[in-house]
């Protein structure tokens, strides 16, 4: 008796064991050793090892593409327009982060609000109009800047989206500006 005898044996009492129809179990035995000839088959006339070049170069083909798909998408914001903003602090009082996405003001003035104004950084097309959302209370214009009052203790948020001449156009990062007075 050789090896395969004892594993037909073996298989054959397992399916005994678990109550297999034996008709159904030779034709999957059939089916399993035709289908690993025809992939030895295969595999000694180079029709896998082509299958897997083709699959390896899809892969490449397609890493290539996502990478320049991402890549100009972050250089496309690397180098966007950016609104920032200033808030001006009254009697001397301090101004932190102008210039900024986040700036605040702190002084005893007593007072319910103060100047302050946002503004674009960083533009590197022509602008046609900019509409000024949120406490930029502009609404549309060709300007790069827009005057605010920005009221003590509240949210001043605001952003603005830039058409271009060239047919583009961008929303910009949210600016935050903040105002503490003495009391």
Same mark, same amino acid.
């Given at each position: 008796m050789d090896y395969k005898d004892i594993e037909h044996k073996n298989a054959y009492n397992y399916a005994a064991k678990h109550r297999i129809n034996r008709e159904y179990f030779n034709f999957l035995v059939?089916?399993?050793n035709n289908? #690993? $000839?025809t992939c030895y088959c295969a595999l000694q006339n180079g029709a896998i090892k082509k #299958? $897997?070049?083709n699959k390896e170069n899809i892969m490449k083909t397609t890493l290539k593409a996502l990478t320049?798909?991402?890549?100009?998408?972050f250089a496309g914001q690397a180098f966007s327009a950016e609104l920032v903003c200033d808030v001006y602090a009254k009697n001397s009082g301090n101004s932190w982060g102008n210039g900024t996405?986040?700036?605040?003001?702190?002084?005893?003035?007593?007072?319910?609000?103060?100047n302050g104004r946002f503004y674009l950084k960083n533009v590197t097309k022509e602008i046609q109009e900019v509409r000024w959302n949120g406490s930029a209370r502009c609404g549309t214009s060709s300007k790069t800047s827009c005057n605010a009052s920005i009221r003590a203790y509240a949210s001043n948020s605001?952003?603005?989206t830039i058409l271009y001449k060239?047919?583009?156009?961008?929303?910009?990062?949210?600016a935050r500006a903040s105002y503490e007075t003495g009391h």
């Open positions: 059939d089916w399993v289908y #690993l $000839l #299958l $897997l070049t320049l798909i991402a890549g100009t998408l996405k986040n700036c605040m003001a702190f002084d005893y003035s007593f007072g319910s609000s103060t605001a952003t603005a060239d047919g583009t156009w961008e929303t910009t990062n949210t």
